[in-house]
């Protein structure tokens, strides 16, 4: 199966920037497409961003379109995900996930990454 890593998060001033990674490994009998998420508490896990296979389609959020960038480095093993303009309300645990398709992202994710926390200060 896939192991997910993801990194990059921290504590930012509203305003500010951070790119998060999720990285790769293991079993890849197919190329996966791949999506982000986020968790803030007492709230639903949230659909952030999502990018197909090839790198070449994204999809985002109503509130995140803008703002953020969804995108695939080092030979598809490594997506990542550019914050820009963030505000407090994206303060949350980040992490991505496969899906089996590009489609079925938001509703179907499969492999889970752990998380990593981005805190954002007013």
């Known amino acids: 199966q896939a192991q997910l890593v993801e990194s990059g998060g921290g504590l930012v001033q509203t305003g500010g920037s951070l790119r998060l990674s999720c990285a790769v490994s293991g079993r890849t009998f197919n190329n996966f497409a791949m999506g982000w998420f986020r968790q803030a508490p007492g709230k639903a896990r949230e659909f952030v961003a999502a990018i197909n296979a090839n790198g070449d389609s994204t999809a985002y959020s109503d509130s995140v379109t803008g703002r953020f960038t969804i995108s695939r480095t080092n030979a598809r093993n490594t997506i990542n995900l550019q914050m820009n303009s963030l505000k407090p309300e994206d303060t949350a645990v980040y992490y991505c996930?496969?899906?089996?398709?590009?489609?079925?992202?938001?509703?179907?994710?499969?492999?889970w990454g752990r998380g990593t926390q981005v805190t954002v200060s007013a």
């Open positions: 996930a496969t899906s089996l398709s590009f489609a079925v992202v938001r509703t179907a994710p499969g492999t």
